[in-house]
């Protein structure tokens, strides 16, 4: 079988949820670096691997697919490795309701709304929009409570002991957003969500995903 091909920038956090996935599943794999925020976007021909043009895009033996959640899904049938979808259903059904959350309501406002406005814009010379962080950390706290709620009290996944992708998908979130004082702020209000992210972080996949932005 031959190695899989990812296709995306290593910043992004969607980009790192599959490399993630692929690393936690011992999935050998090429990370071809395409950056859509370039001067000059994606390359042209990339829009024949994602019309969106958009990142990540995979392809494994001449299937090709887009989407995270398709890929990650993928990843997790195609290959052996530990599990990362539990079989038992309500378990399972708290995983897409965690991925729900981060794609539906923490990416925009964790990511866009505090660690770019917080962490990206005075780096690159400006303030934030101190307007846009308000409104995006109210959203936060919402999205940190509702994790909160559904962690489990004890055991180094988040629901539990054994890692799922809803740690995957939560874990390159929460690198970004507690970057930014203001997020590890929020973090710290919430014990559960805190201790899981204390053991996340010594993982070794989230190691050999590093971020060139951290």
């Not at 392809?59 to 599990?83: C, K, M, S, W």
């Not at 307007?131 to 559904?150: F, M, P, R, Y």
């Not at 973090?187 to 951290?214: D, F, G, H, I, Y």
Request: hydrophobic share 45%; aromatic share 10%.
């Amino acid at each position: 079988m031959s190695h899989p091909s990812l296709f995306g920038a290593a910043y992004s956090v969607y980009v790192r949820i599959v490399r993630l996935t692929l690393v936690e599943k011992h999935v050998p794999y090429r990370l071809v670096e395409i950056d859509v925020f370039a001067p000059d976007g994606a390359p042209a021909d990339y829009a024949a691997r994602h019309p969106f043009k958009r990142i990540p895009a995979f392809e494994h033996e001449g299937f090709q697919l887009y989407e995270t959640g398709a890929i990650a899904r993928y990843v997790e049938e195609a290959f052996p490795g530990p599990a990362l979808l539990p079989k038992e259903v309500r378990t399972r059904a708290r995983v897409q309701q965690i991925i729900g959350i981060i794609d539906n309501y923490a990416y925009r406002s964790m990511i866009w709304g505090v660690f770019m406005e917080c962490v990206r814009a005075p780096a690159r010379g400006r303030a934030g929009d101190e307007k846009k962080i308000a409104s995006s950390l109210l959203v936060a706290e919402t999205c940190l409570g509702a994790l909160e709620d559904l962690a489990a009290p004890h055991g180094p996944a988040l629901l539990g002991t054994e890692l799922t992708l809803a740690d995957l998908y939560v874990a390159p979130m929460m690198r970004y957003f507690t970057m930014a004082k203001e997020g590890a702020d929020l973090l710290r209000a919430r014990p559960r969500l805190t201790n899981w992210w204390l053991s996340m972080q010594q993982r070794p996949s989230m190691v050999q995903t590093r971020s060139p932005l951290e």
